[in-house]
Structures are given as C-alpha cells and as structure tokens.
C-alpha cells in the first residue's frame, strides 16, 4: 500500500470556525508533512514530523496547529484563518529525509 | 528548486517528441533530489530522484541528469504521450541551519499536442 490518505478532499470555513485536516498512511514512514499550495505555485513546506515529534516548523502562524497522534496519522487543527490561507493543503510521508515523499490527494481549502 | 516569477512555464510538444524540463537549484550543499508529476486536481507523484554522486539516471521513458558544477537538473521524457500532461516540479533536499528540507522548484507545464 503506497498510499496516503486525507479527508476531506474539500472543506469551506469561516474565519471563526475550527476545524482539522486528516492525513493517514500505512507504509511504515517515520517522516510526515504538511505542505500549502497555492494555484500555479509549488508546495511550500509547513510542518515536519519525525519519530511522531515536530522537527521544523516554517515559521507557520500559530491558527495552524499541527498533531501527530502516532506513526501514521497527523493532523492539522485550523482556527481563525483568513482568506488568503484558502489553498490546496498536501499531506505527505517518506521513509525517511533522503527518500522520496509520498503525497495525498490534498484538501481544497477555502476560508469565507 | 527556486520560486522566481509569478507565472508557470509551459512546455508545449508534440505527441511522439521528446521533452526536456529543466530547473535549476540554488543550495550547493543540496546532495537529493526529486522530479515531481502533478496532474490537475491531484498530489504530486514521484518520478525519478537522483543523488549528487550520481550525473545522470534513467527509468521507464524517463532520464534525469544532474550538473552539479552549475546547478542544474533535467528531466527527459521520451515519446510523449498524452497522459505526460501535467505540472512538473523538480525538488532538492538540502540542509538548512541543521535541518535537512526539500525546496520546490518553480514547476512546469507540460502541454502535449496530439
């Protein structure tokens, strides 16, 4: 199984609502990442778990909080986020930092 | 890899050609790197990936060559087919105050012309 899943594929919040972003993966990856994806633009690194335990963290405003409840979930909490974080958010997992990423589908999110 | 500019790059061939993409990176230090597909609506998929001890490596109708002396990789598609279509984006992991961290390139994409 070489997939990476995230649920949901699309989500509409408000800028007041919470809400969270899954991503699971059953490949026995240790590493798993949060990327943001604007329209036309590459993924831009987020988040970094490693060994279930944050290892870097791009400066990310802290509406997005980030969780890895063990090796092959992690999650993104989203609260208070404006319209300019509406975007594609990737979920990704590897072996380790010099193999490659597996990426999820994405989810489609727009910020009202 | 290295954002510049606002627009994608489009890569426009005919079915059957070869296609080449490059991209350029910018941290010396970069020892891995990765050529991305991503297709309308999806996640990026994994192509090829090559290691700096390594100038050139080949998979099924793809070749990946890497010029460390200026920074440069490039992917080689041969007999494109329809089903190339899609934003391709080249990624180096390279270390960065202690971490090690993939930086995307740019991207770009390919248009195939049946």
């Known amino acids: 199984d070489t997939e990476v899943t995230q649920t949901p594929k699309h989500l509409v919040m408000g800028m007041t609502n919470k809400k969270s972003l899954k991503c699971e993966q059953h490949m026995g990856h240790r590493a798993m990442y949060w990327y943001k994806q604007k329209a036309k633009k590459p993924p831009e690194l987020m988040f970094v778990y490693s060994y279930e335990k944050l290892s870097i963290n791009e400066s990310v405003p802290s509406r997005f909080s980030p969780e890895c409840p063990n090796s092959s979930l992690l999650n993104l909490h989203l609260h208070a986020l404006q319209p300019e974080d509406s975007a594609l958010y990737l979920c990704a997992s590897s072996q380790g930092t010099h193999y490659e990423q597996y990426f999820g589908p994405g989810t489609r999110l727009t910020v009202t | 890899g290295e954002s510049v500019g606002l627009h994608l790059p489009t890569l426009s061939v005919q079915e059957g050609d070869n296609s080449i993409i490059n991209c350029a990176y910018s941290?010396?230090?970069?020892?891995?790197f990765i050529w991305y597909k991503q297709e309308s609506g999806k996640g990026p998929q994994f192509i090829i990936d090559i290691r700096s001890n390594m100038d050139k490596r080949q998979g099924q109708r793809v070749t990946v060559l890497l010029n460390k002396t200026v920074k440069h990789l490039s992917l080689q598609i041969a007999a494109t087919q329809p089903g190339d279509s899609a934003v391709y984006f080249c990624a180096d992991l390279g270390v960065t105050s202690g971490t090690y961290k993939y930086i995307f390139g740019t991207g770009t994409r390919l248009k195939v012309l049946a």
């Open positions: 941290n010396s230090a970069s020892d891995y």
